[in-house]
DNA sequence: GCATATTTGTCCGTATGTATA
DNA sequence: CTATACATACGGACAAATATG
């Protein structure tokens, strides 16, 4: 007990932390069952410390909890992605006229693309994906509202738990490179009518492919 | 242990709500310190119960906790809630089109404003105050994303923390039940473009109102 | 359908570190 | 600086619900 590896401020939030990025990485696979003991035991921390973590990542999305059977990896349904999809749509449009007017954050847009084309090249589709949700996400923070933006946060993180429940990955993401680009052009061109509609039938075909992936 | 006068389900979820309601009315005032002692002993439950309400009511930014010092209701910052107008004034414009072209949505906010008239009557102003937010609530929720709903539920609850921190209910409130009602009625005519220019110049005025009740 | 083992939900006591009087 | 009060985290315990054979 005297000796611990992690820092002795917030013990649940640093599992909690733990536990989302194994989430993330797909390592903890939508529907497992988290087992307290199991996992208190694993992690050098008590049950409680645990459960706490669990009670933090259920407020975030990434974990369900059932009566008195315990905590699950959640599991997207294909309403979630829809009402998922119904967001972005009304909110990455907000971002697009202040990145627009905004040449360094159309620039970071344009960045976040190169990188996503690095990671393609390697065919690292996973981190493809990643890099798509970045662009995204970067264009509801030009919005400069940090409220819509940890929001916006927590929705592209169910997003990717959904793109985890699809099996291809570079179907899924690799479509969507180009089309990104041209958006983040279009962006720092400052056609904004232009890359709205971009926008718009981007988030229309992204949705059917990822839905279309679930069911598959 | 056998009888608890609690029902044995999701004890601290229940908890959470107590310690919500009891903020939300005022009578846990911002800045209040959350002795976990005191709360384990009076609602007869353990501290570790105490703790978990705490960590999901720290999620939702009803509280806030200090390093080793503790839990307190939080204390709303003019940044704050300039970032909450900032957001508003974001989402609540996306909710106009919507309930513009629904007369039964566009019914259902004059409702809202009709009860707020009939607390001001009686001179319920707190009452009047949350009326006043339940219509704007209603407004984003007119966009029919559930995630959308969920977000503006905690981006209201928060300027309802923030109301708690002025003074003059009536001031604060007041002078936006007519203002609300202009709203709402150009909404069911569906002259959307007046309507957007009247809930700027509302968001405008109402930001700069709940400003000057926190700093006098 | 039933008995047993497992797991969760809850609580207690306690040790340790930290901030305040 | 000491003392006190408190938060943090741990281990152990038990009842209730669930899963398993």
Redesign the pocket.
Known sequence: ??L?P?Q???????VASVLRRRIADGLLEPGL????????TA??????????A?QLLVHEGMVV???????FVREMSIDDVSDIFRTRRLMEPLGIGPSARDKVLAGALLDIVDSAAVAAEHGRWREVGTANLDLHRALVRSCRSARLDRMSGQLFAELRLAFLMTGDAQALHEPYLEWNRRIAELILAGDVGSAESELASYLTDSERTVIAGMSG
């Open positions: 007990m005297g611990d992690l002795r401020s917030r013990t649940a939030e640093q069952w988290l087992k307290e003991d199991e996992l208190s992690l050098g921390v008590s049950r409680h410390t645990v459960r706490e669990f909890r059932a009566q008195h059977r315990g905590a």
